[in-house]
């Protein structure tokens, strides 16, 4: 087997050695009856790379890869084009192949990174620190919500209508256990978010209200009203971002009062990959949080000659020190994709950021226009990013169908992240990133046509 | 069958003259040779740079935003590409990762990251796909699911598993959920988990979370779940026992069946811990074991990269009485051969209404299951099987050459499994295990994991796994003795090591006390 170094003379000498007979001698703690008398039920003997290649690539080719058709979706997770280097270097041992940064005298390499991560992501964010990392913007979101629980010492949490419904779904199946209550709501579908709807729920028991920027029909909305709001009551205001390129264009949460904002950074060097691994953003605007947060945090310090060096720091809240006391029970983040969304917001810089961030506004604008002309389909948003919601006057789950007949992936329909939901089921949400081509914008245009009655 | 000693180290050979090497010298750029230092990236960054071709923006495009524009300067440099590649290149080389050398952490599971599953993990059929396409495109991926899910089922003899949890915590915390939604589900409330001292910190971490009070689950002298103790504390307020098999002793736990059993007659669940699932993979079935749950670390057992602490990824094997609480969402094969997505709202339709809700937005990580059954088919039922023989055979040879020279507190009761525990009882004058690890790296080696289980004192749990050589162990345990040695005579010069590391000791208390977090000017 390829993979397995020992030739059966290093095992025989190595038993020696031991002063064991046979392998059998090393499982001797297992009793006989747990022992598998035969091999795993079904599975073939080893194989070659070549054979397992084989099998996989069939499997592979079994999906319509995004590149592979007009593509517009989003909904939490976007399409960018990720520059080439970004996976050349994701890919050098040191940093693959690498374990979280217990020992800094080898692992600067890493940890350099990482506060270089923390940094970008403060800086996006409008905040003073961010963490290095949780594993993906909906597990973030419920860090977010527990923490407000932990600073507020309260627990009553206020979940804007149109935030992402997995995400609240997250919240929801985790405040089961912990005694939160949680107060949502579906979205009102009009082109404005129901701002005073949502501060109007804020009352004094009121941990946290969680609103989503861009929300999930693409709505932007000024923080700065429901900040003031959430903190009249002693609440904190926790911020949700799905597409971190928006920031090169809108204003950051933290700039607006929020006081957590976390969010989903795929967008950002890690590419689509199916739905994980994501990459997890958690900051805070006010520093005195920082003994609050969840997660790994990497701290600036020196060696023992005065040399400038990074370790990770403040661990007394995390779970291999203080155990049930933990602030939180994650260990393993999302160390490589902290290290492709560093990457990538390096190679772009504020300059490309912002170059980014116009050019999906711009493609965005063209699509929503164009698309508006098909008959009987109108633009609900007032504003958008790169996302917006288009109203089909039929179930938008059908369409969807019938546009991947048409060998065009059209976009999310509300129906399905809305299961159940009646009001929602003519919505579809369409995203369009710089790698959307007007052609795309075309054929997806055409293709409504010919699906709409 | 103690070895005999290798390095030929003797205390009167102080290695204080070595330092010699160090006095070069000075160079101009501070840099030595292939040892180059890098600045942040805020220091050598521009924000009028960037290493990516756009269109530049156009002041009169339509301009949707809401009257939100961001008009002040975020404070993002950029690099153009060359300099990208430089950045991080000479960053890499400041890095230990196993493609540079033997990585024995225990409780870790490095082993070689094999590049096939790099390859398959970027098919565009796998990485260029949207995890909410329609599902008639997308079927290959959730063939891929399904595939893995079944093997993890008949590799623990479990009957379900939930996919989604997206690192072992995470799993931990699923399978947890599970056992509160089925004691829930028959209006059995329960306070109390037991966890053992030796557990993971996640295991009190999740059990507390999960709104557990936390209890201790005694041990016996040899290291091992102590029965009669387990027993005498069960009751009806009992929850959970959450166990780690092999134990972060190393030790596999003979009387788990009878743990399991005792639990499951007091009305509890039992979680097991699958950290250590690598020294038993292909030979024990947890399943047979009478396990309720447990979470498998595809970055550990299933060779997924550790990429610098993530990402991991974590299913949760669940026994039939657990698996109708299962999260959402997750994969079924119907009989007419084609696998669905299960959501919300199809999981009454699937016979899985019970679901305790969603650990995650999406359906887990698809990067690393793809990684971990293209692992699985190249290892086979042969290759898995070996796997563990070969990682519990490379633990022991290290344990046996060791023993005389360093303490190894359950040593005399038998063979360890995957991995080989030590403590420092035995060092001379003020050294500790920190000064031996640190000196490890010296030698050319990342450390063991120190201080951990917190069971014994000055803990090293050495973990070679199975896919090291007989000649890397054997050059290992040379440098591993002589060290020993040198810490048990109180070589003092061991107590500012590591002298060739890129750094020297950093000063982890002037980073907690005087937190700085982010970069800033000046």
Redesign the interface.
């Known amino acids: ?7 059966d003379a ?2 025989g ?3 020696s ?4 007979s046979s ?1 059998d ?7 006989e ?4 008398d035969g ?9 070659s ?1 070549m054979a ?2 084989k ?14 058709a007009p ?1 517009f ?1 989003g ?3 976007y ?1 960018h084009h990720v ?1 080439s ?1 970004v ?24 940890l ?2 990482l ?2 991560f ?3 992501v ?3 964010y409008g905040c ?3 963490n ?2 949780l ?5 973030a979101c419920w860090e977010a919500v527990a923490m407000a629980g932990r600073v507020t010492r309260k627990n009553r949490v206020v979940l804007s209508g149109a935030l ?1 419904p ?2 609240a ?2 919240v ?3 405040a ?4 939160d209550e949680i107060a949502d709501a579906e979205p009102a579908i009009q082109p404005a978010p129901d701002n005073a709807g949502l501060i109007s729920r804020i009352d004094d028991e009121t941990s946290c209200v969680v609103v989503q920027y861009p929300d999930i029909l693409g ?4 923080l700065g009203p429901i900040a003031e709001a959430a903190h009249a009551k002693g609440a904190l205001l926790v911020v949700v971002n799905t597409e971190p390129v928006a ?6 949460p933290g ?1 607006m009062g929020a006081d957590i904002v976390v969010g ?1 950074g795929q967008a950002l060097g890690v ?8 990459l997890g953003l958690f900051a805070v605007r006010d520093p005195k949080h ?1 003994r609050q947060m969840p997660g ?10 005065g ?1 400038r ?3 990770l ?4 809240r ?9 602030t ?10 902290a ?1 492709a969304f ?2 990538h ?12 961030a ?2 999906n ?2 493609l965005a ?1 063209l699509a ?1 226009d164009r698309l508006a002309k098909v008959p009987g389909v109108s633009v609900l ?5 790169n996302e917006f919601t288009l109203m089909l006057g039929q179930d938008a789950r059908e369409v ?2 019938k546009l ?1 007949a048409k060998g065009v ?1 059209g976009g ?1 329909s509300l129906g ?2 809305y ?2 939901a009646q009001r929602l089921s003519q919505c579809l949400l369409v995203a369009v990133t ?1 790698t959307t081509s007007v052609e795309d914008i075309e054929a997806l245009a055409t293709a409504l046509e010919e699906v709409l009655p | ?1 103690n ?1 005999p000693n290798q390095s030929g180290w003797k205390p009167e050979m102080s290695r204080a003259s070595d330092d010699s090497l160090n006095n070069g010298p000075a160079t101009t750029t501070g840099k030595r040779a292939l040892m180059l230092e ?1 600045r ?3 220091e050598i ?8 071709d ?5 002041a009169d ?19 153009t ?1 060359p300099e ?2 430089r ?3 000479r ?10 050398g033997f ?1 024995p ?1 225990g409780s ?1 599971t ?1 082993k ?3 590049r ?1 599953n ?3 993990a ?13 599902q ?6 959730y ?2 699911i399904n ?1 893995l899910a079944h ?1 993890l089922i ?2 623990t003899g479990m009957h379900g598993v939930a996919m989604s949890p ?5 799993g ?2 699923c399978g947890i ?1 599970c056992i ?1 939604a089925a004691l829930e589900a028959r209006g059995d409330a329960r306070e109390v988990v037991l966890v053992p001292e030796s557990a ?3 295991n ?8 557990y009070r ?1 209890e201790d689950i005694p041990a016996t002298d040899e290291g091992r779940v102590d029965l009669a103790a387990l027993k005498a504390r069960l009751g009806p307020d009992v929850a959970a026992v959450m166990i780690t098999n092999p134990n972060t002793c190393g ?2 736990e ?1 009387d ?2 009878a743990i399991s059993d005792a639990v499951h007659e007091a009305g509890g669940f039992v979680y097991c811990d699958g950290a250590n699932f690598n020294a ?1 993979v ?4 947890p399943g ?2 009478g396990v309720d749950a447990m979470h498998i670390n595809l ?1 550990k057992t299933f060779s997924t ?9 974590g299913p949760v094997v669940l026994s039939e009485a657990l698996s109708p609480f299962g ?1 959402l969402p997750f994969t079924a094969r119907t009989a007419d051969g084609v696998v669905h997505l299960v ?3 199809s999981a009454e339709e699937f016979g899985h209404s019970q679901a ?13 299951f ?1 990684r971990a ?2 692992y ?12 563990a ?2 990682a ?3 633990a ?2 290290i ?3 060791m023993e005389d020279l360093l303490h190894a507190p359950y040593a005399a009761s ?2 360890c ?1 995957h991995e080989a525990l030590f403590g420092d009882k035995g060092f001379g004058g003020e050294l500790s295990t920190l000064d031996l ?2 000196s490890l ?1 010296d030698e050319g080696y ?2 063991m994991t120190m201080y ?1 289980p917190l069971v014994v004192h000055g803990a090293m749990l050495v973990e070679p796994t ?5 000649a ?1 162990l054997d050059q290992f345990i040379a440098a591993f003795r002589h060290l020993a040695e040198r810490a048990n005579a109180g070589d003092e010069t061991m107590k ?1 090591a ?1 002298y060739y ?8 208390t ?3 006390r005087k ?5 800033s000017e000046g």
Not at chain 1, 381 to 385: A, E, G, K, L, R
Request: glycine share 10%; hydrophobic share 40%; proline share 6%.
């Open positions: 087997m390829r993979y397995l170094p020992l030739t290093d095992r000498e190595m038993l050695v031991i002063g064991a392998i001698d090393l499982f001797v703690d297992v009793p009856e747990a022992r598998l091999p795993i039920r079904g599975l073939p003997m080893h194989a790379e397992v290649e099998h996989m690539r069939a499997l592979s080719k079994k999906n319509l890869a995004a590149a592979d593509f979706l909904a939490g997770a399409r520059p280097s996976d050349h270097i994701i890919q050098r041992g040191e940093f693959l192949t690498a374990y979280t940064p217990y020992q800094p005298e080898i692992a600067q390499g890493t350099q990174m506060f270089e923390q940094t970008q403060a800086r996006l003073a620190v961010a290095a990392s594993y993906d913007g909906s597990t992402h997995h995400y779904e997250v929801r199946t985790m089961k256990f912990t005694q709505r932007i909305t000024d920031l090169g264009a809108i204003k950051a700039e989903e590419g689509l990959q199916f739905g994980g691994p994501y920082v790994r945090l990497c701290g600036e310090t020196v060696d023992a000659e040399k060096g990074f370790v720091t403040l661990s007394t995390e779970q291999h020190i203080r155990r049930e006391k933990a939180s029970n994650i260990c393993t983040n999302s160390g490589l994709c290290l560093n990457v917001m390096s190679l772009l810089g504020e300059k490309g950021l912002r170059a980014l116009a050019d506004h711009r604008c929503a948003n007032d504003n958008y990013f969807v169908h991947a992936l999310v399905r992240l299961p159940g710089e | 069958m070895a890098e942040l990236l805020f960054g521009r924000a009028d740079v960037t290493g990516v756009l269109p530049e923006p156009s495009a339509p301009n949707r935003l809401g009257g939100l524009d961001r008009a002040e300067p975020i404070g993002l440099p950029g690099l590409e990208t590649v950045h991080y290149t960053l890499s080389r400041q890095n230990y990762g196993i493609d540079l990585f952490l870790c490095m070689h990251n094999p096939l790099e390859k398959v970027r098919m565009p059929g796998f990485a260029d796909v949207h995890p909410l396409q329609p008639e495109t997308v079927r290959g991926a063939e891929v595939e093997w008949e590799l997206k690192a072992g915590a995470h931990e915390l959920l509160r993971h910190g996640t009190p971490a999740t059990a507390a979370f999960a709104g936390v030790l596999f003979r788990m069946k038993i292909g030979k024990v079935r047979d074991l970055h990269p550790h990429g610098g602490g993530g990402p991991g990824s999260p959501e919300e709202e305790f809700g969603r650990m995650t937005a999406f359906h887990g990580q698809m990067g690393m793809t059954l293209t699985i088919l190249s290892h086979g039922a042969d290759g898995l099987k070996q796997v023989e070969d519990v055979l490379n022991n040879y344990l046996r050459s038998g063979p499994m690890a640190k790296i990342h450390p951990f199975e896919t090291e050589s007989k890397a500012q590591p590391a890129p750094r020297r000791r950093l000063d982890e002037l980073a907690a937190p700085k977090l982010t970069w």
